[in-house]
């Protein structure tokens, strides 16, 4: 008699999520040799394409790094800084930073920034912490992580991370209602821990960089026109490296000369470069008593390849929204200050383009870990506001003064937290003003109240009201 004994769902993968796993990890795999082809161009370790005309075989291996992709994708991350969560109706935040704090979200936050300019999207995922502690947020590479996702709900329906841990592939794989942690064993797959939710929605957000209506997932900063002209700025470069080379030191020639010119002491040939260090050439007359002429070719001249250069820095930097002088290109006549923040607009303009798009995935972040955290979700109406640095470059000076007219004419209370925020001041340094201002209203309070203390005390210890007796008509006066 045989007797079947179900496996149990809790350390088992049922089939629909091997064949939900399986998807996932195909797109995964799909998508991760682009990833690794834009990884290598902002880390500068691309291959070159040579063309096969002007480079030697012996010069193969000759590898030139220009870093524009690299300083492009940074020149516009390091302009997203963001400082603080807090809640749109101005109630105390402490629960929000609690959760960005635990999670070290300020200083993460600019590594998922980077890897979203670069791949062109990041991922966020949000689980239970440890008992007692904050909900865990965080970053993901897209090298490693991947969803499927409803564009009309514009949610995830399901998300996998992937990863090798002392030799053992892990997988994680995010279901709406709850997160299953499996190990590769054997083939297959074996579930070590299930973390039941019940959200009712997939924990996990994506942070895409220049999105389109028609392409949700994302693209890169570093787009195939950087690419087509960094190749062809390495190319240049290359040039320049092999005409040093062979066309770097001046060619020479010597007409009319013996053989033994080119002897040593004992007859042996020299070599050529022997020949040509020579820094004297003794060289004797002809039979017909002449003297051999003795010249030099013209050396090449690496102006023409770098003007070319330049002109490829200053395509580079229309595409990247940089100044020109960020890529090395310098003009004769120094860019003023008013000029290089004319130049700057571009950048401002797109970085508050990626605050705005990136501030709804750490609000979404944000949401969902209080959702970890109380088992329901905050409520719609109480929205969360992310505090960014000002992307522009404006001078201290020109901050103070505007935020001083805006007090001066009533438009902004004098006390306003908002004047000092637009003053450059930090979320830190907003919150130090605060609390002396604190400190000083305590004091100025405290200060008065003794002083009408000390003016009452003076009051209760006059003397008693003293009787004056009158003359002899016997009347008295007070």
Known sequence: MSVTIPELP???????????????????????????????YFNGEQLIRDLGISIPPQLKTLHTVIGWPRIGVEALEQRLDLEAFRWADGADAAELEEIAESNDLYDEASLAHLDALTYGREYVSVGSGEAGDPPLITFESPLDMTLFWDARLRLATAALRESVEDGVRIVTLYLPDQTVYAAEVDGGWDVFDRDIHNLGVVPVLRMANRQRTADRIGKSEITPEVMSITDAACRRLMGIEVAAEFFGAPQRYILGASESAFQDAEGNAKSAWETYIGRVLALERDEDGQVPTVGAF??????????IIDLYAR???????????????????????DAIRSAEGALVKKAERRIRRFSATHRDAMRLALWFRDGEPPPKERRIECVWRNPATPTIAAQTDAAVKLAQAGIIPKDSDVLLEMAGLTEEQRRRVAADRRRSAGAAAGGQLMDRLAALSEVQELPPTAEVTGGDDGLGQQ
């Open 315 to 337: 395509i580079m930097s229309s595409q990247l929204s940089v100044p020109p002088h960020m890529l090395g290109y310098t003009s004769d006549n120094p860019a003023s200050a």
């Open 298 to 307: 013209t050396a090449h001249d690496p102006s023409g390849q770098t003007r």
């Open 10 to 40: 809790l350390l088992t993968l049922s089939d629909a999520e091997v064949q939900l796993l399986t998807a996932l990890r195909s797109d995964l795999l799909n998508q991760r040799f682009k990833l690794e082809l834009l990884d290598a």
